[in-house]
């Protein structure tokens, strides 16, 4: 086994006997398979194009199983041998398509070629041995193959976004061709270092593309986000649980519990949804939320009252107290879990009416949640203001992935040293080191805004964007630095993004990505000032000097 794809990686250097995450070697196999076997896809995908054919089932299926292999998703064997059956079957209709009108047209031999084996155990076997024949090319370069895993991994992060927006009926072709094309690439030898920087940043753009069609069919859908107080201790009554970014799938559920008397709780990054006035003003049971980030659920889970429902990642392996109340839904899997289908979520709310649900309140604070773009660009003129007049001096932002790692705690102790003439901005669930912190105001502006979900850095951009407008600067001239927090491949994606803006001096940590080489990592601290975060005296002392 050979994954590298998420901060929690064995050592720092790679899972090679099993996944920290929980993901076997057997199960890593067949996720190889499938990438294999969508590189084949793609290659297809492309040459019909050439030809005015375009597959939305393709590129739909493409996305959606990409995401299947993001860290903590699905860990499902049989959802991969359905899936690898799958992509060649789209693979094979596609050639046919092609070859109908255009016999001439080429199509390389590998990927495009691969015939999956018959037998669970064979399939393994041709994972593992495709899996071998992709490591051995890093020893022919090492820095092209840290650019290839990029590349590979940020895809998987637009993979995730571009479901959830098609989810909302957002799509770009644009998309979908690039993630064919990125696909294609991982098979190729030929293109050069230069080549892979250059696919890697139009990465970047490609996924701020993605975000933006995820921001535009959520606030399409549910309307702009508007700061909202979310209570953190339980109501007395029946709960569920709903934890992950799906709005759509949370939307469902609020819609087959309305007038049931169950009280919907968010969990991670479903916080922000209680932001939106289509979810929390148009369905009052969704109540409050409960618990913190991912690496918390096992503990978290245990203790809730209820059944959950996981709409995404991160997935950690359930425990037995409490995997009988667990529901997957979309790609995410999990051997024994009941997975949702068609949107049905009658089994699951009659296990919350079977369960006692809490039987008394608890903790009486709140958060507030849903300073997303239009809520902060609305009082841009106010924030303005407060920097010329020197009441606010810099803006942080503090965003990213949370997880287990100890030095996690920089985080937590950075928001608390920030001065107290500055303003931290956050977002995805890195937030919960801190979210629960009353960092006060300044002059009616808040210290501490949540602007949403990790895919809500399309929102955040749009601040800076603003910001910067109103100041007549460019972003890198704002008194803003950026301290993010990295865990899987969706922050790989977003990283990728804030390089092709171009923007500079980004902190990252907690741990640099194992699969970026030193020269890699050299070629990015030069050019755009990407840097490690180191201890947050010095970080923010060092921010502060720049303003
Ligand atoms: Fe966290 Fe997990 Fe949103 Fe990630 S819950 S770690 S970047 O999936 O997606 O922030
Ligand atoms: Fe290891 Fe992360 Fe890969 Fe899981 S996803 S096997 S923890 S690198």
Not at 58 to 72: I, K, P, V, Y
Not at 253 to 275: D, F, N, R, V, W
Not at 411 to 419: A, D, I, Q, S, W
């Given at each position: 086994?050979?994954?590298?794809?998420?901060?929690?990686?064995?050592?720092?250097?790679?899972?090679?006997?099993?996944?920290?995450?929980?993901?076997?070697?057997?199960?890593?196999?067949?996720?190889?398979?499938?990438?294999?076997?969508?590189?084949?896809?793609?290659?297809?995908?492309?040459?019909?194009?050439?030809?005015?054919?375009?597959?939305?089932?393709a590129d739909r299926f493409s996305c959606e199983t990409l995401f299947a292999?993001?860290?903590?998703?699905?860990?499902?064997?049989?959802?991969?041998?359905?899936?690898?059956?799958?992509?060649?079957?789209?693979?094979?209709?596609?050639?046919?398509?092609?070859?109908?009108?255009?016999?001439?047209?080429?199509?390389?031999?590998?990927?495009?070629?691969?015939?999956?084996?018959?037998?669970?155990?064979?399939?393994?076997?041709?994972?593992?041995?495709?899996?071998?024949?992709?490591?051995?090319?890093?020893?022919?370069d090492v820095d092209i193959f840290s650019l290839k895993l990029t590349v590979?991994?940020?895809?998987?992060?637009?993979?995730?976004?571009?479901?959830?927006?098609?989810?909302?009926?957002?799509?770009?072709?644009?998309?979908?061709?690039?993630?064919?094309?990125?696909?294609?690439?991982?098979?190729?030898?030929?293109?050069?270092?230069?080549?892979?920087?250059?696919?890697?940043?139009?990465?970047?753009?490609?996924?701020?593309?993605?975000?933006?069609?995820?921001?535009?069919?959520?606030?399409?859908?549910?309307?702009?986000?508007?700061?909202?107080?979310?209570?953190?201790?339980?109501?007395?009554?029946?709960?569920?649980?709903?934890?992950?970014?799906?709005?759509?799938?949370?939307?469902?559920?609020?819609?087959?519990?309305?007038?049931?008397?169950?009280?919907?709780?968010?969990?991670?990054?479903?916080?922000?949804?209680?932001?939106?006035?289509?979810?929390?003003?148009?369905?009052?049971?969704?109540?409050?939320?409960?618990?913190?980030?991912?690496?918390?659920?096992?503990?978290?889970?245990?203790?809730?009252?209820?059944?959950?429902?996981?709409?995404?990642?991160?997935?950690?392996?359930?425990?037995?107290?409490?995997?009988?109340?667990?529901?997957?839904?979309?790609?995410?899997?999990?051997?024994?879990?009941?997975?949702?289908?068609?949107?049905?979520?009658?089994?699951?709310?009659?296990?919350?009416?079977?369960?006692?649900?809490?039987?008394?309140?608890?903790?009486?604070?709140?958060?507030?949640?849903?300073?997303?773009?239009?809520?902060?660009?609305?009082?841009?003129?106010?924030?303005?203001?407060?920097?010329?007049?020197?009441?606010?001096?810099?803006?942080?932002?503090?965003?990213?992935?949370?997880?287990?790692?100890?030095?996690?705690?920089?985080?937590?102790?950075?928001?608390?040293?920030?001065?107290?003439?500055?303003?931290?901005?956050?977002?995805?669930?890195?937030?919960?080191?801190?979210?629960?912190?009353?960092?006060?105001?300044?002059?009616?502006?808040?210290?501490?805004?949540?602007?949403?979900?990790?895919?809500?850095?399309?929102?955040?951009?749009?601040?800076?964007?603003?910001?910067?407008?109103?100041?007549?600067?460019?972003?890198?001239?704002?008194?803003?630095?950026?301290?993010?927090?990295?865990?899987?491949?969706?922050?790989?994606?977003?990283?990728?993004?804030?390089?092709?803006?171009?923007?500079?001096?980004?902190?990252?940590?907690?741990?640099?990505?194992?699969?970026?080489?030193?020269?890699?990592?050299?070629?990015?601290?030069?050019?755009?000032?990407?840097?490690?975060?180191?201890?947050?005296?010095?970080?923010?002392?060092?921010?502060?000097?720049?303003?």
């Amino acid at each position: 086994m050979y994954c590298t794809q998420c901060e929690q990686t064995s050592r720092g250097e790679g899972c090679y006997q099993w996944g920290a995450c929980g993901k076997s070697p057997e199960l890593d196999a067949l996720q190889d398979l499938l990438i294999h076997s969508l590189r084949g896809l793609g290659q297809v995908a492309i040459a019909a194009r050439d030809y005015g054919i375009i597959d939305r089932d393709a590129d739909r299926f493409s996305c959606e199983t990409l995401f299947a292999t993001l860290t903590n998703v699905n860990f499902d064997p049989q959802s991969f041998v359905n899936y690898i059956d799958r992509a060649i079957a789209l693979r094979d209709g596609l050639k046919q398509q092609l070859q109908a009108i255009a016999p001439q047209a080429t199509i390389p031999e590998g990927a495009a070629t691969f015939q999956p084996a018959t037998g669970l155990d064979e399939l393994i076997q041709q994972g593992r041995d495709l899996e071998y024949e992709f490591i051995s090319k890093a020893a022919i370069d090492v820095d092209i193959f840290s650019l290839k895993l990029t590349v590979l991994y940020g895809l998987k992060g637009i993979a995730a976004y571009a479901y959830h927006a098609r989810e909302l009926s957002q799509e770009d072709d644009r998309v979908y061709a690039f993630c064919h094309e990125a696909l294609a690439a991982l098979d190729r030898n030929d293109l050069t270092l230069d080549d892979w920087v250059d696919l890697a940043l139009k990465l970047g753009e490609i996924n701020l593309r993605t975000m933006e069609l995820l921001d535009a069919g959520n606030t399409g859908t549910y309307g702009h986000p508007v700061p909202t107080a979310v209570p953190l201790g339980p109501r007395v009554g029946k709960a569920i649980l709903v934890s992950g970014h799906d709005l759509k799938a949370l939307e469902h559920l609020l819609q087959q519990t309305e007038a049931t008397g169950i009280s919907i709780y968010t969990h991670g990054e479903m916080l922000p949804a209680h932001g939106y006035p289509g979810l929390k003003q148009k369905y009052p049971h969704l109540y409050g939320h409960y618990g913190t980030a991912w690496q918390n659920q096992t503990k978290e889970f245990a203790a809730f009252p209820g059944p959950i429902l996981m709409t995404t990642n991160c997935l950690m392996p359930p425990h037995e107290s409490y995997k009988n109340r667990v529901y997957t839904l979309g790609p995410v899997g999990w051997p024994d879990l009941p997975h949702i289908k068609n949107d049905d979520f009658a089994a699951l709310i009659a296990i919350a009416q079977n369960l006692p649900g809490f039987t008394e309140t608890g903790d009486s604070r709140q958060v507030m949640t849903g300073f997303a773009r239009n809520a902060v660009l609305s009082v841009a003129g106010e924030v303005v203001e407060a920097v010329k007049q020197g009441k606010i001096r810099h803006f942080f932002l503090v965003g990213g992935c949370d997880g287990a790692k100890p030095t996690r705690n920089y985080y937590t102790e950075l928001v608390e040293k920030v001065p107290s003439d500055c303003v931290v901005l956050t977002l995805a669930c890195g937030k919960f080191r801190f979210f629960d912190k009353d960092l006060g105001e300044i002059g009616g502006i808040p210290r501490l805004m949540d602007v949403g979900q990790c895919n809500d850095a399309y929102s955040a951009l749009q601040i800076a964007l603003g910001l910067a407008n109103a100041f007549g600067v460019e972003v890198n001239q704002l008194p803003l630095s950026m301290i993010l927090s990295w865990y899987e491949q969706k922050a790989v994606a977003i990283l990728l993004t804030l390089l092709y803006l171009g923007i500079e001096n980004i902190r990252l940590g907690p741990t640099l990505p194992a699969f970026i080489s030193p020269n890699v990592f050299g070629l990015l601290s030069k050019k755009y000032g990407l840097k490690a975060i180191s201890t947050p005296d010095e970080d923010l002392a060092a921010c502060l000097e720049l303003t």
